[in-house]
C-alpha cells in the first residue's frame, strides 16, 4: 500500500464523522458529501506529514468548506437575477437509500428548519459548540473571528434554536403529551384515539395553500376535523413537536424542508383548535423554535 493509499484508508477512518457533521452543518446529504470529497481533494494536495492532528485538520476544513457553501447558497438566495440552483451531482454513496436515511434521521427536521434560519457563521458556530463540543478557540479561526467572538455567535444561534416559550415549563410538557398522542393517532389512524385528544367541539382552520381546492377553510367538530386528519395521515410520518410563535405546536419537514405548520391551541388535555399553515410567505414569516423538554 503506496502513501496515497494509507491516507485514503485514514481518511476514510474519519468520513462518517466529517458526512454527519457537514450534514448539520449545511442540511442536504448531497452538499454534505460535496463538502467531504472537498475536504478529501484538499487533504490529497496537502502535505500530511506536517498535519500533527488530522482529526482536527478535517474538520476545520470541513467546517470552512460548509461556511463557504453556506455563504454563496445565501448569495445566490439573494440574487434577484439569478437563476434556480442546479440539483447537485449525486455519486454511488449519495444514491444509497439506507445510507442517505441513516443520516437524515439522526438529526430532528425540526432542528434542520430552525438551523436553516441562522446565518452562515452562527450555523458553523452552533453545530461545532453545541452539537460536537469544539471549543471555541477551534471555532475561531474557522469562522475568522476571535474565540469571545464565536462564543457570541454561538449564543446568538442557541437563542434562536431554543425560542421563547410563552408557555411554562410544566404547561410545556403536558401540552408535549398531547401532541405525540395526536401523533400517534394519526400515523396509526386511530380514530378513536383522535377523538380522545380532540375536544369535542374543536375547530381546524387553513389558509388557502394548506388545503386542495374546494376544501373548507374551516371546520368543526371532531368528526370531521378527524375525517380530515385520516386523509392527511400519510404527512403525519414527516410531523415534529416544535415551538411555533411561542407555543407548542407542529412541523411538517420532510428532510428538513419546511411544508406546513400546525399552530395549536391546547386546553384541559385536549386540542380545542388549530390552525394549518402552508402558504410560503406566512411560514417563513413563523417563529419556530426547537422544545427542549
Not at 43 to 62: C, E, F, M, Q, Y
Not at 212 to 241: C, D, M, N
Amino acid at each position: 500500500m503506496d502513501e496515497h493509499d494509507l491516507l485514503a484508508e485514514r481518511f476514510d477512518s474519519h468520513r462518517g464523522h466529517l458526512r454527519a457533521l457537514a450534514y448539520r452543518m449545511l442540511g442536504s446529504a448531497s452538499d454534505a458529501d460535496d463538502a467531504v470529497q472537498e475536504t478529501w481533494l484538499r487533504l490529497s494536495h496537502a502535505d500530511a506529514a506536517n498535519i500533527g492532528n488530522l482529526a482536527g485538520w478535517l474538520r476545520t476544513v470541513v467546517s470552512r468548506v460548509c461556511l463557504d457553501m453556506l455563504r454563496s447558497r445565501l448569495a445566490r438566495r439573494d440574487d434577484p437575477v439569478g437563476g434556480q440552483v442546479p440539483e447537485p451531482v449525486t455519486t454511488g454513496q449519495e444514491s444509497d437509500p439506507e445510507h442517505e436515511a441513516l443520516l437524515t434521521e439522526s438529526v430532528s427536521s425540526a432542528l434542520l428548519v430552525v438551523l436553516e434560519r441562522l446565518a452562515p457563521a452562527e450555523r458553523i458556530a452552533f453545530v461545532l459548540h453545541d452539537l460536537f463540543a469544539v471549543p471555541f478557540g477551534e471555532i475561531a479561526p474557522v469562522v475568522g473571528r476571535t474565540p469571545v467572538s464565536a462564543k457570541k455567535l454561538a449564543s446568538r444561534a442557541r437563542h434562536r434554536v431554543r425560542g421563547d416559550a410563552t408557555a411554562s415549563e410544566v404547561d410545556l410538557a403536558w401540552h408535549r403529551r398531547v401532541v405525540d398522542a395526536f401523533l400517534a393517532a394519526a400515523r396509526g389512524r386511530d380514530i378513536n384515539a383522535l377523538l380522545d385528544v380532540l375536544d369535542p367541539q374543536v375547530v381546524r382552520r387553513a389558509d388557502a395553500a394548506a388545503v386542495p381546492p374546494g376544501t373548507p377553510l374551516e371546520i368543526r367538530g371532531a368528526q370531521a376535523v378527524v375525517e380530515e386528519t385520516l386523509l392527511l395521515s400519510r404527512q403525519a410520518r414527516f410531523a415534529e413537536p416544535a415551538l411555533v410563535n411561542g407555543a407548542l405546536g407542529i412541523i411538517v419537514a420532510p428532510r428538513g424542508r419546511l411544508r406546513l405548520a400546525l399552530s395549536l391551541t391546547i386546553s384541559a388535555g385536549r386540542i380545542t383548535e388549530y390552525e394549518v399553515i402552508a402558504d410560503p410567505q406566512r411560514l417563513h414569516d413563523l417563529d419556530l423554535a426547537v422544545p427542549v423538554l
